[in-house]
């Protein structure tokens, strides 16, 4: 039997009413036991003492609910806080390692300047103190530029110096700077001697940071050892007598058998020199 259309409609209208009626209950329910629980205990009448009891769990239900969730903000919020604290820390500790860094540098530079200038002091007045500003350390080529120059009274040929020893050589010069061959350069060589026992050698550059001693014959392989000192001999007008150029770092013996196979380290590091002094008129014992 067909469903009348008018009897479906009013059961629909009749569910409805009582939905809404179940909800303003509702809602009327909820102020009525918010009102009894923000009430002082001793106002409260019989009904919402009733109705306090009666909700009482589920108020402490919801209570626990609302504090964790709150809780959970709160740690949240206290993340986040930290992690801004820690990028900021972060930087300052970024920043403070690159002014460190600049510092020790400065230091650095400081120390060699003033090396420079005592050993000037002690050695010479006729000496031109310059900074290096360009240097090419590459394909065997080790050369660096100074900002003086002829009208400084640089000159070719003159001795470059360190705050310990020699350098290199002046090989050109323009109006306002130098060009200086380092005696690690492979084009250089220097007349020197070797230790106490004052054993000729040429100081070859390696092309990289070492010095090759060329020409010591195999008969000197008792007294030349590691460790002793290698300084320019004077007489070939690149250095004076007794100048300080490195150390013995190896000794063995050559495949011909007639010299040494002999390397030195430099007594400067060449490659972290930001100052020198060039000698501009030549020494006299």
Same mark, same amino acid.
């Given at each position: 039997?067909?469903?009348?259309?008018?009897?479906?409609?009013?059961?629909?209208?009749?569910?409805?009413?009582?939905?809404?009626?179940?909800?303003?209950?509702?809602?009327?329910?909820?102020?009525?036991?918010?009102?009894?629980?923000?009430?002082?205990?001793?106002?409260?009448?019989?009904?919402?003492?009733?109705?306090?009891?009666?909700?009482?769990?589920?108020?402490?239900?919801?209570?626990?609910?609302?504090?964790?969730?709150?809780?959970?903000?709160?740690?949240?919020?206290?993340?986040?806080?930290?992690?801004?604290?820690?990028?900021?820390?972060?930087?300052?500790?970024?920043?403070?390692?690159?002014?460190?860094?600049?510092?020790?540098?400065?230091?650095?530079?400081?120390?060699?300047?003033?090396? !420079? =200038?005592?050993?000037?002091?002690?050695?010479?007045? /006729?000496? *031109? $103190?310059?900074?290096? @500003?360009?240097?090419?350390? +590459?394909?065997?080529?080790?050369?660096?530029?100074?900002?003086?120059?002829?009208?400084?009274?640089?000159?070719?040929?003159?001795?470059?110096?360190?705050?310990?020893?020699?350098?290199?050589?002046?090989?050109?010069?323009?109006?306002?700077?130098?060009?200086?061959?380092?005696?690690?350069?492979?084009?250089?060589?220097?007349?020197?001697?070797?230790?106490?026992?004052?054993?000729?050698?040429?100081?070859?550059?390696?092309?990289?940071?070492?010095? !090759? =001693?060329?020409?010591?014959?195999?008969?000197?392989? /008792?007294? *030349? $050892?590691?460790?002793? @000192?290698?300084?320019?001999? +004077?007489?070939?007008?690149?250095?004076?007598?007794?100048?300080?150029?490195?150390?013995?770092?190896?000794?063995?013996?050559?495949?011909?058998?007639?010299?040494?196979?002999?390397?030195?380290?430099?007594?400067?590091?060449?490659?972290?020199?930001?100052?020198?002094?060039?000698?501009?008129?030549?020494?006299?014992?």
């Amino acid at each position: 039997m067909p469903l009348d259309p008018r009897s479906a409609d009013a059961h629909d209208g009749a569910v409805n009413l009582r939905r809404a009626i179940l909800f303003v209950s509702f809602i009327l329910l909820v102020a009525i036991t918010t009102q009894a629980y923000r009430q002082d205990p001793r106002d409260r009448g019989p009904f919402q003492r009733t109705l306090v009891t009666l909700t009482s769990p589920v108020a402490y239900v919801f209570s626990g609910i609302g504090g964790f969730f709150g809780n959970i903000g709160e740690w949240v919020k206290s993340h986040n806080v930290t992690v801004e604290r820690v990028a900021v820390l972060e930087d300052e500790v970024r920043g403070g390692q690159a002014a460190l860094s600049r510092l020790e540098g400065l230091e650095a530079e400081n120390r060699q300047l003033r090396d !420079l =200038l005592a050993v000037r002091a002690t050695i010479t007045p /006729e000496s *031109v $103190v310059a900074r290096v @500003i360009a240097r090419n350390p +590459g394909g065997g080529s080790r050369t660096l530029r100074i900002n003086q120059g002829s009208s400084d009274g640089v000159a070719v040929g003159q001795p470059v110096l360190g705050g310990i020893g020699f350098l290199g050589q002046i090989v050109d010069v323009t109006r306002h700077t130098a060009g200086v061959l380092m005696a690690t350069d492979r084009r250089s060589a220097v007349s020197v001697r070797i230790g106490p026992h004052a054993i000729p050698a040429i100081a070859l550059g390696d092309g990289d940071r070492g010095l !090759l =001693l060329d020409g010591v014959p195999e008969q000197a392989r /008792e007294q *030349v $050892v590691e460790g002793m @000192i290698v300084y320019a001999a +004077g007489d070939d007008g690149l250095a004076w007598a007794s100048t300080l150029l490195g150390t013995v770092e190896a000794v063995s013996d050559h495949a011909a058998g007639l010299f040494l196979d002999v390397r030195a380290t430099p007594a400067e590091d060449l490659s972290a020199a930001q100052w020198v002094y060039v000698v501009v008129e030549p020494l006299h014992e």
